[in-house]
């Protein structure tokens, strides 16, 4: 739990809240720190141009509280997806609120939240969430994934989709998931001449996710999209990211491919 960025760290790294609970007068051992941003208050105030420092870093751990969400986090450890669900049912649940729930449903292996989640997909402003919130769905969300995929017209609602896909083919393995993705880098190639041809956001994300599958007959156009990322000249923070992709991909793919063989 010490890798965790929310764990209880014996360091200073600023104002906190720790946050446990007990159940029936039994201790879980389940702790949380909640942080500021800043380790040093009185520093942070004097940026600020605020005279009281201590007021400030409260006024900043109230906020990080509220973002933090513990009731939230504490059914999602308990497996209360259906006190998740009624919340995110409810009209005079918060936007932020709906977010932080849509974020640990992701994580949660929360099958029975498909019908509430493509339902939130109509929701113009929790979209993103919800289509990421899929991933912790499992394989019953791969369809809907794949149709958001490859009918949407916003670009950031179809890199989301191939996010999540990457996520349940990671998880499941199921093959499914990339055939749609390494298409779509086939009918690109053609066209990509130079930086301006190119999705960044997009083919990153799809790039990243067809490498968790290894899928063998993904290989060609990921190898393919790997030369061509080399000769289009482009020192971008963007091409880099997708070039790192690109080139983490096809070792994962090739990798896969050279066990294959030495199996057979």
């Known amino acids: 739990d010490v890798d965790l960025a929310d764990a209880p760290n014996r360091l200073w790294k600023g104002p906190a809240c720790l946050l446990t609970y007990f159940l029936q007068q039994n201790d879980f051992q389940w702790k949380k720190e909640v942080r500021t941003t800043f380790a040093d208050a009185r520093q942070a105030a004097q940026d600020a141009k605020v005279d009281d420092a201590g007021k ?3 006024e900043h751990l109230n906020q990080r509280l509220a973002e933090f969400d513990f009731p939230v986090l504490l059914s999602a450890e308990w ?3 259906d006190r998740l669900l009624k919340l995110l049912d409810d009209p005079n649940t918060p936007k932020l609120r709906k977010v932080k729930i849509l974020s640990v449903l992701s ?3 929360a099958e029975e939240a498909l019908p509430q989640l493509t339902k939130l997909l109509e929701s113009t402003d929790l979209q993103q969430e919800a289509i990421n919130a899929l991933s912790g769905a499992g394989v019953d969300s791969i369809p809907l994934l794949i149709d958001l995929f490859q009918t949407s017209r916003q670009s950031n609602l179809r890199a989301e989709a191939a996010k999540a896909l990457g996520i349940v083919a ?3 393995g199921d093959p499914r998931t990339i055939p749609p993705l390494a298409h779509y880098v086939s009918e690109v190639l053609p066209h990509l001449k130079t930086s301006e041809d190119i999705d960044f956001p997009l083919l990153t994300e799809l790039v990243w996710a067809i490498g968790k ?3 063998g007959p993904a290989i060609k156009p990921i190898s393919e ?3 061509k990322v080399w000769l289009i000249h482009d020192n971008s923070k963007e091409m880099a990211e997708l070039r790192e992709a690109t080139s983490w991909a096809y070792k994962a793919i090739a990798l896969q491919d ?3 063989l030495q199996t057979y």
Do not use: E, N, T, V
């Open 79 to 81: 497996g209360q997806i």
């Open 258 to 260: 050279a066990a294959m």
């Open 170 to 172: 990671s998880k499941s």
């Open 107 to 109: 994580d949660a292996h």
């Open 225 to 227: 999209l790997q030369d």
């Open 213 to 215: 599958l290894r899928w």
């Open 56 to 58: 400030y870093a409260m």
